[in-house]
């Protein structure tokens, strides 16, 4: 799974958990979509009262239940299903036969997960003839009593059939997997102009049970078989291989997938639509691609490196990929980022491009999450945790496996990217919560779905194979697959691989990583004296709730030349020196030169030893460490010479932070300085760099780049247009209005939020069709910001005018399915209400109405 946050769902949690104030970080990458986080200081946890005169953290989460891993009664060996679908009333009708018998003790009683079914027959399979077994159901839980107690040599079928009404159960889900009713229709009835009919599925974590009844724990593993009949101009996508396909004499189609290796049930899917796929291949299997047909011509393009990628962890593992075949499938209103379904990953529409989208692609719009998911096939789907309290042994390895990905393909640079940008994400959750990365007390399973389990984990694992090196880190991952394939693990089993496999016992490493919360906080310090660099190193996180931890780590000291001299230390204690010897005062004395240490930094150095940081250490992050402690010292020459340097390095990222930086620049050589914006502005070749330098052109007030503003409207990149029309529409040109109305019919996500955002600040009444037109071709996640600017717009207009706008808000503000969406159209009608008393009482109505915890949250708070 990949979990994806937006900015929006950041800041909604954020208030939710009313966070401290930011803490700092050393690593300097502003993610897309995150707040920067304070790094000028280490901070106190803000003190809530205690008894016992204890301070307890704010980050520190309340008391939950124990959740351990599910009892097994019963094994499902193979599920055989037989389902075809009722678009009007958006039912499955199913008919399911279970194989299973008894896990150890003999079982006369078998209990599945059954969820909001019409449960029909219930009858033990026999080679004569069927026989009807009794059952109690409550719409959870379907009770069977069996004809008699089974042995565990003794296997036994249960027939079933039954409805699945997945829109009639309660609405659940959280901020990674929004929806929790298992089987989604869309547009059953083909009513929604320009989006496709289409059925999918998506079961982590517990529902696949929504659809087929099940036991529905990630400890259970089963082979299995799916029939579906559909309309025959669906193509039709399941786990395993398409063993057979048969028109049926009404003329719908009947596919039939197996999967022959056993899978957990949260991983079986099904898919259903109009879908062009684009067949590749490795090593003899099939690798395909379903998208939808006016996206075919560029399918390769998005998903073309699978193949590559197969190839690459494959070797790098040890362990071949051990499935019969690999597809993806991008699909409509998707719930998450992305599913790991076994041998058919589901990803949400959007990572469907075209050729002019295809432009602004980078590493981390898309390839990042095919390598996540694809990893997903060893860690998750061979080897799958045994339960959600174990989850980073599914998902850590998946979200390191984006750093693995990166830093093969693409280099070091683009991996300290990675590095820094998931470090930050983890740290800014950090400021709300801190949790051990494997915890076995948690409210809710989907809690576990989080910046910990996630980003935390990955920066666990690299710090793990930095410690016992690339060699022996491979060389336990093998191990660990090679006794673990195909069964369900705890985290033990991942530290036996490696102790096995280096002789060294690791608790202590897995002990203060996986099982302990928080992380460190240091103030490092140092001083030249008698030939020695005396190295302070203190732990000053709150030691009551955290540890102290034992941290490996490397310090580089340059004093003579450009070659440093590497030092590995160990800090084991609160507060510890350390003595490096030294000819001469160093230059630089560089805490964790590799930026590999999970932890937030207090180190002191002088703008000279910064300065000189930027120019000899290595990588993206410890370069772009001395941009953002030096952004405000631009004035003077030695720093705005590092700026103009940054602005030619050879990684892009680093161009941008140092574009970032440079606005409202009032240092040495002021015109020269502009001209290498300028420059960058019109023939960087990465889109994203040339967006970001017209925005630092437009922080200069008396700057006159109106004509490269209105050129780049028409840049290739829509991200660079759309960036122009952004500032033309708080500085508009004579010609912007014309400029921008060639926009109106535009396909591009960016450019329609930049075009409503142009009229909402520069429109009137003739642009207002425009909004309800271009309402229905605005992304999901585009919909909180277009709304705002809806109602800015409305707010320029006669108040007779607005009544269809305000019935689309308020609808939206009430009905959308994403809390964030009815957010953005709440904002949108609260810009009128100065204008239009009467909606106090319909927002007022709104608010009471919501039963979104975290939209109350931030209700409560406006």
Request: glycine share 4%; charged share 25%.
């Amino acid at each position: 799974m990949k979990y994806l946050v937006s900015g929006l769902t950041s800041l909604l949690l954020f208030v939710h958990l009313l966070a401290p104030a930011q803490s700092p970080t050393r690593s300097p990458s502003k993610p897309a979509t995150k707040a920067p986080v304070n790094k000028k200081a280490i901070p106190a946890a803000a003190p809530a009262p205690a008894s016992a005169g204890i301070v307890v953290p704010s980050w520190l989460p309340a008391d939950a239940p124990l959740q351990p891993a599910a009892t097994v009664l019963t094994d499902v060996l193979d599920t055989k299903l037989d389902v075809r679908f009722d678009y009007k009333k958006q039912y499955l009708l199913g008919t399911a036969i279970l194989t299973l018998r008894s896990h150890f003790y003999p079982q006369s009683e078998l209990v599945l997960d059954a969820k909001g079914f019409d449960v029909q027959k219930v009858e033990l399979v026999s080679d004569k003839k069927n026989k009807s077994l009794n059952y109690n159901y409550n719409r959870r839980k379907l009770v069977i009593a069996l004809d008699r107690a089974y042995p565990r040599t003794t296997p036994y079928q249960v027939r079933i059939v039954y409805v699945a009404r997945p829109n009639e159960l309660p609405q659940g889900g959280s901020a990674a997997i929004r929806a929790d009713k298992g089987l989604y229709f869309i547009n059953p009835l083909g009513l929604e102009k320009g989006k496709p009919r289409q059925i999918w599925t998506q079961g982590e974590t517990e529902s696949s049970s929504c659809w087929f009844p099940t036991i529905d724990k990630p400890n259970q593993r089963m082979t299995q078989e799916i029939s579906l009949t559909v309309e025959k101009q669906f193509k039709t996508l399941s786990n395993g291989l398409l063993t057979s396909s048969k028109v049926n004499a009404d003329g719908t189609r009947t596919d039939t997938w197996k999967l022959s290796q056993p899978h957990a049930p949260y991983l079986a899917t099904m898919v259903v639509g109009e879908f062009a796929v684009v067949n590749d291949s490795w090593r003899g299997k099939p690798i395909d691609y379903y998208v939808e047909p006016p996206f075919a011509g560029t399918a390769r393009a998005v998903f073309g490196r699978t193949p590559e990628m197969l190839d690459f962890f494959s070797k790098k593992l040890g362990v071949e990929y051990p499935w019969d075949k690999y597809a993806q499938v991008a699909v409509r209103d998707y719930v998450s980022g992305a599913m790991e379904n076994t041998t058919a990953t589901t990803h949400g529409h959007t990572i469907q491009a075209t050729r002019r989208e295809l432009l602004d692609a980078n590493y981390q719009t898309a390839e990042s999450t095919i390598a996540h998911e694809l990893f997903h096939h060893w860690f998750g789907d061979y080897v799958t945790t045994e339960s959600w309290a174990n989850l980073p042994l599914n998902e850590s390895f998946a979200d390191y496996s984006e750093l693995l990905w990166a830093e093969y393909k693409y280099g070091a640079d683009e991996a300290g990217l990675v590095q820094a940008t998931k470090l930050n994400n983890y740290l800014e959750e950090a400021q709300s919560k801190r949790e051990p990365l494997v915890r076995y007390r948690y409210t809710n399973r989907e809690d576990m779905f989080d910046r910990h389990s996630y980003d935390k984990g990955g920066r666990v694992l690299h710090m793990l194979r930095k410690y016992v090196g690339d060699d022996a880190f491979f060389a336990s991952l093998n191990r660990y697959l090679v006794q673990n394939k195909q069964t369900s693990v705890e985290l033990s089993k991942l530290r036996t691989a490696f102790e096995e496999t280096t002789g060294e016992d690791l608790m202590w490493f897995f002990n203060q990583w996986f099982l302990q919360r928080g992380h460190p906080e240091l103030r490092i310090t140092h001083s030249y004296t008698n030939g020695q660099v005396a190295l302070r190193v203190r732990q000053v996180q709150d030691t009551l709730f955290q540890p102290v931890f034992r941290l490996p780590v490397s310090v580089a000291v340059w004093t003579n030349g450009n070659l440093p001299t590497e030092h590995r230390i160990t800090v084991t204690k609160a507060d510890q020196t350390f003595a490096l010897p030294a000819s001469q005062k160093p230059s630089l004395v560089k805490f964790d030169s590799g930026s590999h240490l999970l932890a937030q930094f207090d180190e002191e150095r002088t703008q000279d030893e910064l300065v000189f940081q930027f120019y000899h250490a290595q990588g993206y992050q410890q370069k772009a460490e001395v941009l953002e402690l030096l952004q405000n010292k631009t004035d003077e020459l030695a720093v705005s010479g590092l700026m103009r340097n940054a602005l030619n390095d050879k990684f892009y990222a680093l161009r941008r932070t140092a574009l970032d930086h440079l606005r409202r620049y009032r240092g040495p050589e002021p015109e020269a300085m502009r001209k290498d914006i300028q420059r960058l502005a019109t023939t960087d070749p990465n889109s994203r760099v040339r967006a970001q330098a017209l925005v630092t052109l437009a922080s200069f007030p008396d700057g006159k780049y109106g004509p490269i503003y209105g050129a780049a409207i028409t840049d290739s990149s829509a991200l660079v247009a759309a960036a122009a029309v952004d500032i033309l529409a708080k500085r508009p040109e004579n010609s912007s209005r014309q400029q921008v109305a060639a926009l109106d019919n535009t396909t591009s996500s960016p450019l329609i939020l930049a075009v409503a955002n142009f009229y909402s600040l520069n429109g009137g009444l003739d642009q207002y069709p425009w909004f309800l037109r271009r309402l229905p071709d605005v992304a999901e996640a585009d919909l909180y910001a277009y709304f705002q600017s809806f109602g800015t717009l409305m707010t320029h207009i006669p108040p007779v005018e607005r009544d269809k706008g305000l019935k689309v808000l308020e609808e939206y503000a009430r009905n959308a399915p994403r809390y964030e969406i009815r957010l953005g159209a709440y904002r949108g009608l609260a810009l009128l209400m100065p204008t239009n008393p009467a909606l106090k009482a319909v927002l007022q109505n709104i608010r009471e109405k919501e039963t979104d915890d975290r939209l109350k949250a931030f209700y409560n708070l406006m």
